[in-house]
């Protein structure tokens, strides 16, 4: 058989290890004069940022959510985040500095729609090459909305919204009331 020194086993080998590395998201970047950039560990890295992204946010919600009980508005929890911010800025005569409160909720109506495009999205590194340089970036392509272009972040901007989540958190459970007005003692007039 042929004339070569791999055998037919070494050479099926390689095409099916190519071909599986491609269906789990490994791509392996042909780029001149670019390092082989080890995709696996990029999209291992990827995956624990976007844990701690998420984590944060549910702490956020969380602290939302106990501020909101305190105040006595009456959200569900099956209403969307955004509506329970409705809810709450509502209520906003019931702070002692209301102002702090809508800085807070515009913070996090900002941040909405990346935890909606994180959360709906299948991870992907993508690799830009500007011509010079190749630099990896976070891709999210919200599922549910395939007509927007996907969500393109470093890592370090996905670290400092991760940041700015836990910030948020710990405002908002140090963020006050109004004291309560003293209830007359109801008179024994009969």
Known sequence: MGGGCDSVK???GKFSAAR???EMGYEIPIIKGSDATDLTVLRNDAQL????FLDAFARLESAVMQYIGRTDVKASPGQPFSQKLTLLQEARDRFRNPKRLDVRVAAIQQLLPVRADIVHSVLEVALVFDGR??????SFQNSSNAQ???MLTSRDELVAMTRRLNQLAH???Q???KEAAPIAP?????
């Open 10 to 12: 070494a050479i099926k």
């Open 20 to 22: 599986y590395a491609a």
């Open 49 to 52: 940022l976007r844990c701690d």
């Open 133 to 138: 340089t190749v630099t990896s970036r976070l």
């Open 148 to 150: 927007r272009p996907p």
């Open 171 to 173: 405002q908002f459970s």
């Open 175 to 177: 963020q006050r009331l």
């Open 186 to 190: 109801a008179s024994a007039s009969a």
